[in-house]
């Protein structure tokens, strides 16, 4: 077993110890059934297109097929989805914002055991082009009133939204003319993460929040720490990694990694991208300025992509900090469209997908397992974090493993 392998086993599992009892008296000498049911890692996906449209019935035939294929991989291996929120396309016309529709496939994803993020509330790109409209003070309330539509709408459903997004370039965003960056400049990145910030948590107090950059570098270092100073309570740090011009390597993301550790916050790599096809070129600056028609995928590449795909996995996941890990676009020719998907665009799993599985799913994983209590009712087992449920005849009983090293659970049946 490699060093990293050793790290994954010692900061995401536990030794446990767990005694059952019937009326007061340890369940002496039997049989139960052992079995996993969730990680505790998140570890999801953003949505796709397909999905949100089959959660509201709006598929028929081989698109309906397809995106079914696609949500049985979902599930197989996700326990976490991120939905879109984006503003322009949520609330093309003011006063008409696509509630049910993205609602619907929230809470069927809920359904099925996943917790649901939100992206984003607050975002200087894709926004809402009637805010151009409007004085900035008006601007700011129209997105004060956004966050807490949207926060106070989904509640229960999505309890976890990225609140501010790319704050790091907001101000000084020049591409466009947009009404967030106009906002920023009047407010200054730390006020503005601040109103939205307190906007979110007062309307919902049981949300995670989350401020979310691709901005790597001191910069945005700088800002965290700014935000921290003044005040404002951040839940979690996000980083993006899209990896389309190449993976990072061990020692980068070892350095990511560190640079944001003295926060003693929890961090979510919230946007990956490694891809299965050519490299994008090094010197394009903008990921977005770089558009093909074609982007295939190809066999040597899809074998790249596995062994980056897999270091970069288990050196997060060597890193007790990491909390959640979300791949970007599940499926081929998204965004950009990339060959960045761990489905191809039929649907059929890439080798990345399929080793993924293997170790959340195998080896980092407890099936059904029959086992026999002792004398004192008691059974040990080393298992992941995560949930688990204990069988005895016709009764069944559930458990968290939440903390990693020694355990003790006692369950009544």
Known sequence: MSTLDQEIRQQRSANATVTLFRNGSPLSNREITLEQK??????GSNWGNSSIQLANGELTGEAKELAERRNQHFLALFNQATLPFYWGRFEPKRGQPDTQRILKAAKWYQDNGCVVKGHPLCWHTVTADWLLELSNREILEAQIGRIKREVADFAGVIDMWDVVNEAVIMPVFDKYDNGITRICKDLGRIELIRTMFETARATNPNVTLLLNDFDVSSAFDILVEGCLEAGIQIDVIGIQSHMHQGYWGEEKTQRVLEHFARFKLPIHFTEITIVSGKIMPPEIEDLNDYQVTEWPSTPEGEERQL?????????????PQVEAITWWDFTDGGWLNAPAGLLRKDQTPKPAYEELLRLFKGEWWV??????????????????????AVTAGDRTTNFSLNENGAASVSLNF
């Open 38 to 43: 969730k990680h505790k890692m998140l570890l």
């Open 307 to 319: 062994n980056e795909v897999i270091s970069f996995y288990k050196t997060l996941l060597a890193n």
């Open 367 to 388: 099936k059904p397992t029959k086992i026999v209590t002792d004398a004192n009712g008691e059974f040990k087992f080393t298992g992941f974090l995560g949930d688990y």
